[in-house]
């Protein structure tokens, strides 16, 4: 999901300047949101083989908020679907009270935007669509620790790479085109009575996307989940928080960009232990008090099996 203001303000410069301009940047959130539920703290045991995991997300969004959260005038028509793959390898490996891990996620998106611009001579359309291969997310390092009963536990390390599908002139791309590290911690806690507090929170740190010299600022990325064990069944409520921290640097950018973006919605997760059957979870966000960015709905399912 990308920053839509930016590529708006690519589209103004255009009409003002009567020049071929391109969108520059997609911009941040670079990392997906709303991946975590319930669970956010759990982590797999150790396996021969290891847990192979799939993730099923939709985003629609027709509309875009400014920096004062207001509706833009720019109206888009914003569609990404993806489908990713993850393997988490935990070991026998103790670092003190901690258990290691490694793994990575490889995802792929088919993307499209329509963008109405409107002008004193009526709105000038723009398209873009792109089908490929997202960026390569690898997990050196996952530490796990159970602090006490019902707790669970974990940090990890996260580095995406810029192997995904990029091309300057489209407007709007699978891959961002620059590096990107986000270390994070996550939490579960069940009480005795089944209720469950998830979390994770994550820091996102970019590089420079070479081609613009565009930079995304520094971003808070919070998700959780709060819910009720019913047999297999977890029931409840989930949602995430971005909040960028600094301001995106970019050489034609004049003002600081800024993105913040809520969801909440519905969460369900299943899993009975002995069933051979997998772990899977499901969640609807709708956004709101959105920043510099689209907002919209967003639909994801998630499931896992370990060998």
Do not use: C
Request: glycine share 10%; net charge neutral; hydrophobic share 40%.
């Amino acid at each position: 999901m990308r920053k839509m203001n930016v590529l708006a303000t690519a589209a103004a410069a255009l009409l003002a300047s009567a020049v071929p301009a391109h969108a520059a940047e997609g911009g941040a959130p670079v990392f997906p949101l709303g991946v975590m539920d319930f669970g956010a703290g759990q982590l797999p045991p150790p396996s021969e083989v290891g847990t192979v995991g799939v993730r099923v997300a939709s985003y629609r969004a027709k509309e875009l908020r400014d920096n004062d959260g207001n509706v833009s005038a720019v109206k888009p028509d914003l569609a990404v679907d993806t489908i990713g793959f993850a393997f988490i390898k935990m070991t026998d490996i103790s670092l003190g009270d901690f258990k290691y891990g490694f793994g990575a996620v490889l995802p792929f998106l088919k993307a499209s935007l329509d963008l109405a611009i409107p002008t004193p001579f009526g709105d000038v359309n723009l398209s873009g669509k792109n089908s490929a291969q997202g960026d390569l997310q690898i997990i050196p390092a996952i530490l796990q620790w159970n602090p006490a009963p019902g707790w669970y536990t974990n940090a990890q390390l996260v580095v995406q790479l810029p192997s995904g599908s990029y091309d300057q002139a489209r407007l709007i791309n699978a891959g961002a085109n620059h590096w990107s590290v986000a270390p994070n911690v996550a939490f579960t806690y069940i009480g005795s009575s089944g209720f469950e507090v998830s979390s994770n929170i994550q820091l996102n740190v970019h590089g420079k996307n070479k081609d613009t010299n565009y930079r995304s600022g520094l971003e808070y990325q919070h998700e959780f989940a709060l819910g009720q064990h019913v047999g297999p069944w977890t029931l409840g409520a989930a949602g995430y928080y971005l909040q960028q921290l600094t301001d995106d640097k970019s050489p034609t950018l004049t003002t600081g960009n800024r993105a913040r973006v809520v969801g909440l919605g519905p969460a369900v997760s299943f899993f009975e232990l002995g069933s051979g059957l997998p772990l899977v979870w499901a969640h609807v966000y709708k956004e709101f008090d959105a920043r510099n960015r689209s907002q919209g709905t967003h639909g994801t399912i998630r499931a896992a099996w370990t060998f």
